[in-house]
């Protein structure tokens, strides 16, 4: 898509306002949260550490973010590394980070099962110093398995 810049079709204009992406996660076991505390630079074997350890020891606050996204095989990733399912089907262009705010609501737990449901809030399209860009946004809920929100993200992907 090389000098062609972004383009949106009218299938994509059509998503804004509906559920665009959900998944289910696995139950959440002790080896999970402690893959996530080595993987962001703590220690493993020191988590959790203190008075009440285990199943009822809150997982680290952006945990649950880890927790949902679905393993897949490196050779099912795009060209460069992303998950298919990131972006808005009918959305294309060269891709960058636009920003992403979380809110975190109520503790994940061991035992916890985790739904996502994204929601694509808004496609705008912009003249840009450089040319058209156009901005999607999008808002993922997070609940576990009492129905309960446990937390809320907000994405924005800027292509030109």
Excluded at 20 to 25: D, E, F, G, L, Q
Excluded at 87 to 102: D, K
Excluded at 122 to 129: L, P, V
Aim: charged fraction near 20%; charge should be neutral.
């Amino acid at each position: 898509m090389s000098g062609t810049g972004p383009s949106v079709s009218a299938a994509a204009r059509r998503l804004v306002g509906t559920v665009t992406y959900s998944h289910v996660s696995e139950p959440i076991s002790l080896r999970h949260i402690r893959e996530y505390v080595a993987a962001t630079g703590g220690d493993p074997d020191t988590w959790p550490a203190g008075p009440g350890d285990g199943p009822t020891t809150a997982a680290p606050p952006l945990f649950f973010h880890a927790a949902c996204r679905p393993v897949v095989a490196e050779r099912r990733l795009q060209e460069d590394g992303q998950y298919t399912f990131l972006g808005v089907t009918g959305v294309s262009g060269r891709s960058l980070a636009g920003g992403n705010t979380y809110e975190v609501i109520a503790p994940v737990y061991i035992g916890d099962v985790l739904t996502t449901s994204e929601r694509l809030v808004a496609i705008d399209e912009r003249q840009g110093r450089s040319g058209p860009l156009v901005i999607t946004t999008t808002e993922t809920t997070y609940t576990n398995q009492r129905g309960a929100l446990v937390a809320r993200y907000r994405h924005v992907i800027v292509f030109h």
